[in-house]
């Protein structure tokens, strides 16, 4: 199964992944982006949030 995941070293905490898709991804410590429910939107609306991370800090991951 595909999972997006925020590289923490990345990320840079500007909130937009949490703006296009906030059912996957809420802001957690220290302005950090994380995953709060993997299959909390479909593909595409995370698709969205990866093109939208202008660090590149999120991907999929098999798990
Ligand atoms: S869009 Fe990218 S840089 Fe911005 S909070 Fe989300 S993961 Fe972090």
């Given at each position: 199964m595909k999972v997006p995941v925020v590289d923490a070293d990345l990320?840079?905490?500007?909130?937009a992944c949490v703006d296009v898709c906030a059912n996957v991804f809420e802001m957690g410590e220290n302005d950090i982006a994380v995953?709060?429910?993997?299959?909390?939107?479909g593909e595409s609306d995370v698709e969205e949030a990866i093109d939208a991370c202008p660090s590149e800090a999120i991907s999929w991951s098999e798990k």
């Open positions: 990320c840079t905490g500007c909130g995953v709060k429910n993997p299959t909390g939107a």
